[in-house]
């Protein structure tokens, strides 16, 4: 049968796969599988699957089971789900066969990270209860007395966060659990602000936490430290590290060494510096980089709708202690980088125009469970061996083969677009997938978000939409993109729209002398950062006869405090929003609204009223200027229960209308 164009509602159908855990032995990997459900939920089940491809579901049910991990004898697993009391909780299952044992048994609240002790007898989790006022039986209590909801009582500025919600004063703390008994106890001896990770000693007598050591979280510069803490809750300080920040540790099997992923500067809260690799002794003391030597950053995020966006580097040790991989983001690829301790130097395993995200390590270190797909493939599960000296992973599963037999898709070609000052911007164009093909078309232009991301060698499904719609569909990475070295990247800080301005004029200029793009029917469009540069065109060019503002940034002045990462004084943005004239000015001399009284471009503006990252307030300013000056316009607002990440993962029919709106306004002006 031939295949069809692709349809916003093809959605539905998408299978998505994730967290790749391969066991100790090498011969299965464990990962998550999630749908869209016929009440409009996203459903995510544990499943195996062996080397000659064949699957196993491990975990059933109406309630989600996820971030599965192997105990370290590989005879049975751990998970997170809430099942039956509606709880979230760790549950094991044996792999012999029978029911899977509730391990914890938590009060209502958030489980974070967790990890297994190497003896198998521990696992460290963070745990952070709900406030009693804020419980469901609070709030089925209030409801039956007629009560109105509490206020919210908070005491510090680190009280919520995008995606996680309000959780005012209270926090992630530190725990451990005995595996046989299902006994726990807390072992941080204090609430810690901001995120932090661990990750136990091999000999498994205590873990090595990385947190922030500042006294006024997020407003001190970055100042992460490395601490001891025993069974017991004893907790020590390593000396001799320096400020910065530290994230993805990871202990080193023969109890030697601790990596992780960081900088040592204390003057990058937004991380425009690359993110580099350290070791450091488990005693202390001065840390040693291994990848100063090359322009990589080892915490590249690549954008795509249809995989779980990450913002947290990978990092592993080679079991026999004398190397680690980490995930390399390089010009729109992800790739599996080999680091030799005493070397150093980022060795790329993987190549390919692709994204390969790496899970884990077998436990004689010859194969990751990994992540596979590319711009026409939907990410599956697959084994990278590095026994058979490959570069391309061997791809295990198919859940989206059904798919990609029915559906047409449109291949990307990249191109590399001469700006100013000698940069050089990597482009991609898909062209349109229609069934009566013409000679020119209209064209869109898709501004990433971060801005500190990348776009680049994954699956699109909106990209794809626009595409089966008749649009040429373009997007690039401007200065301020990761994968392009930290000179390309820090090009920017705190100067937002300049050279990236230059390099989103060039590829509109690009786009204008292409024969096979109509004539004045461009569209430009953009969420969050990318939102902050479709309001940035507007204000400063009629070359576009339409535009979509998603999630947007207009006002930096305003967003400033109303944003769940409030600015520093004086920190990646010059100036203070709340100061003197003369220090607001940096602030406003960068934001869109100061440049509006010439907007003319009909504008849809989108945004999720829950957005604690930028705050609605953003979009409802682009739109009151654009109304008061009569501009063509449209406002769609996302309920609060909707947030930052609406477009990935936010609820389905509110993605499927958000696509409508999005085609439906570009056509309105431009076909």
Known sequence: MPKRPIKAEDLLKIQYVGDPQISPDGTRILFGKKHITAKNKYLNHLYLVDQEGSTTQLTQGESSSSSGKWSPDGKQISFVSAR????????????????????????????????????????????????????????????????????????????????????????????????????????????????????????????????????????????????????????????????????????????????????????????????????????????????????????????????????????????????????????????????????????????????????????????????????????????????????????????????????????????????????????????????????????????????????????????????????????????GSKGYGEEFCAAIKGDWGNKDWDDVQTVTRWMQHQPFIQAGKLGVMGGSYGGYMTNWVIGHTNDYAAAISDRCVSNLVSMAGSSDFPFNRDGYFGGCAWSSLEDIAPLWKQSPLAYFTDVKTPTLVIHSEGDLRCNVEQGEQVFHALQAQGVPSRFVRYPQSTFHGLSRNGPPDLRLHRLAENVGWMDRFLK
């Not at 601790?258 to 005693?283: C, H, M, Q």
């Not at 291994?290 to 990589?296: G, M, S």
């Not at 249809?306 to 690829?333: C, N, Q, R, V």
């Not at 349109?432 to 801005?451: D, F, M, N, R, W």
């Open 84 to 479: 039956s009391d509606e709880i979230g909780q760790i549950f094991l299952l044996s792999l012999d066969g029978g029911e899977a044992r509730k391990l914890t048994n938590l009060p209502e609240g958030s489980i974070g990270a967790y990890d297994w002790s190497p003896d198998g007898k521990w696992i460290a989790f963070t745990f952070r209860q709900t406030d009693a006022r804020w419980t469901k039986a609070a709030a089925k209590e209030r409801e039956a007395k007629g009560l109105s909801m509490p206020a919210r009582e908070i005491d510090t500025i680190w009280y919520r966060l995008d995606g996680d919600g309000y959780f005012l004063n209270e926090r992630h703390e530190l725990f451990v659990v005995n595996v046989a008994s299902g006994e726990h106890h807390r072992i941080s001896n204090e609430a810690w602000d901001g995120n932090y990770n661990f990750d136990w000693l091999a000999d498994s007598s205590a873990l090595i936490v990385a947190r922030s050591a500042a006294k006024n979280v997020p407003f001190d510069p970055p100042n992460d430290q490395l601490f001891r803490i025993d069974l017991k809750g004893k907790s020590t300080m390593l000396p001799g590290l320096p400020k910065g920040n530290k994230a993805s540790l990871q202990c080193s099997p023969d109890g030697k060494w601790i990596g992780y992923l960081g900088d040592v500067s204390d003057d990058d809260p937004w991380g425009v510096r690359n993110t580099k690799l350290y070791v450091v002794s488990v005693a202390g003391g001065e840390p040693r980089c291994l990848t100063d030597k090359q322009d990589y950053d080892l915490n590249v995020a690549t954008l795509s709708d249809s995989k779980e966006a990450s913002f947290e580097g990978t990092l592993m040790w080679s079991p026999d202690s004398k190397a680690l991989y980490s995930s390399i983001g390089w010009h729109g690829e992800n790739h599996i980088g080999f680091i030799e301790l005493e070397k150093g130097g980022v060795k790329l395993l993987s190549k390919g125009n692709c994204q390969v995200v790496p899970g884990s390590i077998s436990g004689n270190g010859e194969r990751f469970g990994v992540l596979y797909g590319h711009p026409t493939m939907l990410p599956e599960v697959g084994v990278f061996d590095l026994s058979k000296n490959v570069d391309t992973p061997q791809v295990l599963t198919k859940f989206n083969l059904e798919f990609h037999d029915e559906i047409e898709l449109s291949e990307p070609t990249e191109m590399w677009l001469d700006s100013t000052d000698g940069a050089k911007v990597h482009t991609w164009v898909m062209m349109p997938k229609v069934a009566k093909q013409s000679t020119k078309h209209p064209a869109v232009l898709h501004i990433h978000g971060g801005p500190h991301t990348q776009y680049g060698w994954a699956f699109f499904h909106e990209f794809q939409v626009f595409a089966a719609q008749g649009y040429v569909v373009v997007y690039s990475n401007p200065r």
